[in-house]
Structures are given as C-alpha cells and as structure tokens.
Nanobody
C-alpha cells in the first residue's frame, strides 16, 4: 500500500504564491495533483512522470509548475499568480501501471480576492 504525505496549502491573497509537496512511500511512475472545488468535479491540475513528462490543465498553464525529486519520491506544485478560482481542495495522486492508483488526504488552498 503506497502512502502519500501532503504538505503546503493555506490561505493567500490573489496574486500570491504557494507550494504543495507530496511524498510517496515508494517510486510511482506518475505523480500529480488534482483539485476539487465545492460543487464541482475533481479535475487534473498537473502531473509528471519519472522521466519528466508533464501535463497541465489549461487553466493553470504559465502559472503553475510541477516538478519531481525521484530520489525523494516527492512531487512539488509551485503555484504562482493565484486566483480566487484556484480555491479548492488539492489532492496528490500517484499512479503506475503495476502499482495502481493512490490518493492523498487533500489539502485546502484558499485564495481571497
């Protein structure tokens, strides 16, 4: 059973930055972040593979950067120029073809206008 430990999140004003971190208990091919706002479906924010391939939601391109430290099995999400519409619970996700899919407990990000 893969364990995911999230950190970061909090309350910031529009235009400010936050960084989320997620450490996995073992190496997983793809790690990333999803978010879910009240009344909305969970959506992909960004993800990265062990070889550095990335995907971003259109809404965060140019503002968010995902990175990964494979030696630490840790993924980071640097969020800049935050907007009120970025407010959501952010969930770490880890998935691999053999390991299955795992979710973190979620961390709240709130951006005030």
């Amino acid at each position: 059973q893969v364990q995911l430990m999230e950190s970061g999140g909090g309350l910031v004003q529009a235009g400010e930055s936050l960084r989320l971190s997620c450490a996995a208990s073992e190496t997983i091919f793809t790690m990333g972040w999803y978010r879910q706002a009240p009344g909305k479906q969970r959506e992909l924010v960004a993800r990265i593979t062990t070889i550095g391939s990335t995907n971003y939601a259109d809404s965060v391109k140019g503002r968010f950067t995902i990175s990964r430290d494979n030696a630490k099995n840790t993924v980071y999400l640097q969020m800049n120029s935050l907007k009120p519409e970025d407010t959501a619970v952010y969930y770490c996700n880890a998935a691999g073809p053999l390991s299955g899919t795992y979710w973190g407990q979620g961390t709240q990000v709130t951006v005030s206008s």
